[in-house]
């Protein structure tokens, strides 16, 4: 087994690597960007490295930059977590070419799996359901044109090089093709430095239903159950069950046998999921995440086992001791994402520092997280800061064990979703797995289902509110607790809630500020994806002027005025901070 590891990412997944490398007596080592100097997997690791600035391009994902540092603490091996770069197979190329051990899949098979064309040819050729499907890459609106005759419309624009639903645009109608593809390039390039997109069907009320895979360097993969991801936003999941409440014993059966055909045809090791989309008759291949998942919790939970640690033995040469006859789900294990966003502003990323954090205990729930009280949330990285995951011996109890711990969560300085978790719970709909993977999207009303707003919400906090808006306050009385709801202008209250700082999201006139003399300017740190505009162009109040990638959402910068365009401050690709100049219009 290994005597020091590097792991390569922040939060919360650094620190649960961290605490399964310390269950081995495995010393690690963190690295941190400036933005993370005082994070708390900073302190938990038995050593830690600065990698450069709070730009996450310029830093955690700096593959040079932390090759280098796994060199001069004299690593055995590297863990990169989850996201961008633990799927990218260069950086596990530069791992192993470095002498250190790659805590992941082969870089071959990553290279084949992370190239959804490839993918989808590997997965057919092992009789694994896969969607139809462009065989090439497209770059021309007539390929979408060509493609939605023969298979119908909606068709779904791809990127090649990732998932995640990054890059991925829904074209209804041919007019619509030009713009989304031009669209889908950007933002695959943006995401994966990869501007290749292929077309598949899209299917349009499906469930996201995913197979956890575990294999050894000796041939030898298993599956532990499925995960059900349905419920998402912008293509982005939410909450995450297991087992799914819409999989029975043989179609887990034909779901596993299908993964573990196509991850083995692949030459695959380590952990890794195969998703797969589902429908009431038919499930097909959607796309195979060569690493470990945000939700793997739920896995652990309901199969007994540490996949962290799995992957840290097939890492190390040891062949699996578990075998498939002796994997068992007991009870019901359900997941939900600690985002800073507002649900209902369409779930826009929030920041600010948590003034208070104070999340539950008790039998049946588990909490991994990245914050603490006093921890500054920015807009430079995902909006996540931590992760519920509660078990029962069934779904039943753990909606209760999940309605518990919801309602105990205490987070105060920023917005998060936990209002929102708690109201989908408790929503018909979600108790009958009546939903599909648009339906946040598309057919939840999620103002009216979060109820009136301003007041407690289920943070454990008060809300951000407005003036004319109610505010609920907690009095003592006679050494008795209340919680009073103040009505109409409770702007000269002397307690004001905390209000947290909010970033638009995209379709509003978001990313983007007007200040008086013209100069749009950046209302949160990112990257330049778009410029719509040039130097004398005419505009007007609501045009996009640019776009704007923060906290992995695209946000549309848009005009506040009527006027022509005098100075254009960005390009492509160029990192800004909150504040600096964008566009000037006059």
């Known amino acids: 087994m290994f005597e020091k590891v590097l792991v390569a990412n922040r939060g919360e997944i650094a620190i649960r690597v961290i605490r399964a490398c310390r269950d081995r007596g495995i010393a690690t080592v963190a690295v941190y960007s400036d933005a993370d100097r005082e994070a708390r997997h900073v302190g938990l690791a038995d050593a830690a490295y600065h990698i450069g600035p709070a730009r996450a391009a310029e830093s955690y994902l700096d593959i040079d930059r932390i090759v280098a540092v796994g060199q001069e603490a004299a690593v055995d091996a ?6 961008f770069l633990a799927e990218n197979p260069r ?38 359901p896969v969607i139809p499907g462009s065989e090439e890459p497209i770059a021309e609106p007539a390929e979408v044109h060509a493609f939605g005759e023969t298979h119908g419309y909606p068709v ?23 713009t989304k593809l031009d669209a889908a390039v950007r933002e695959a390039t943006a995401y994966f430095d990869d501007p290749r997109v292929y077309l598949e069907r899209f299917i349009e009320t499906p469930r996201h ?36 409440p819409v999989v029975d014993a ?54 007994g086992v540490d996949l962290v640690d799995l ?25 939900f994402r600690i985002n800073t966003e507002d649900a209902r502003a369409d779930f826009r990323p929030t920041t600010g520092v948590i003034e208070r954090y104070d999340p539950p205990r008790g039998i049946g729930v588990r ?15 995902d909006s996540m800061i931590a992760k519920l995951i509660v078990h029962g011996g069934d779904r039943e109890q753990a909606l209760a064990r999940a309605e518990r711990a919801l309602g105990e969560y205490t987070i105060e300085g920023v917005q998060t979703i936990i209002p929102f978790h708690a109201a989908i719970i408790a929503d018909e709909r979600f108790r009958t797995g009546a939903y599909h993977t648009r339906f946040v999207d598309e057919s939840l009303d999620v103002p009216a289902l979060l109820g009136e707003a301003g007041g407690a919400d289920a943070s454990g906090g008060v809300s951000a509110a407005t003036e004319g808006e109610p505010v609920t ?68 109040s609501g045009d996009v002027l640019c776009v704007l990638e923060a906290m992995k959402m695209e946000n549309e910068v848009t005009a506040t005025s009527d006027g022509t365009v005098t100075g254009v401050a960005v390009a492509v690709g160029d990192q800004v901070d909150a504040g600096d100049p964008l566009i000037q219009i006059e």
């Open 473 to 540: 306050y907690t009095l003592e009385v006679d050494g008795q607790r209340f919680e009073v709801t103040v009505h109409g202008d409770t702007t000269s209250t002397t307690r004001t809630p905390q209000r947290a700082q909010t970033a638009p999201s995209m379709g509003e006139a978001g990313g983007g500020h007007a200040v008086g003399d013209g100069t749009v300017t950046a209302e949160m740190q990112g990257t330049i994806l778009g410029v719509s505009v040039a130097e004398g162009d005419e505009v007007r």
């Open 250 to 303: 043989e179609l887990r059966a034909a779901m596993g046998d299908a993964a573990i055909a196509g991850v083995t045809a692949a030459g695959y090791t380590s952990a890794g999921t195969v998703e797969f989309l589902v429908t009431p008759d038919a499930f097909y291949f959607m796309e195979v995440n060569t690493r470990i998942q945000v939700e793997h919790p739920v896995t652990e939970l309901v199969c």
């Open 156 to 178: 779904a624009i791809k990127a090649a090089g990732g998932g995640g639903g990054r890059g991925m645009k829904i074209v209804h109608e041919p007019e619509e093709a030009a």
């Open 311 to 335: 992957q840290l033995e097939v890492a190390a040469g040891t062949p699996l001791a578990l075998t498939q006859e002796e994997v068992r789900l007991e009870g019901h294990a359900i997941e």
């Open 209 to 244: 239903v995913e197979i956890q895979v575990i294999a050894d360097a000796d041939g030898t993969a298993i599956h532990l159950g499925e995960r059900d991801c349905t419920l998402q936003r912008r293509h982005q999941k939410l909450i995450e069950e297991a087992p799914s």
């Open 91 to 128: 950086f596990a190329e530069a791992v192993i070419d470095a002498g250190m051990t790659w805590i992941g899949p082969p870089p071959a098979a990553m290279r084949q799996l992370g190239d959804k064309t490839a993918a989808r040819s590997i997965m057919a050729e092992a009789g694994v």
């Open 367 to 381: 909490v991994e997280d990245g914050v603490t009280t006093g921890a500054t949330v920015g807009g430079e990285y």
């Open 78 to 83: 590297v863990h990169p977590g989850y996201g």
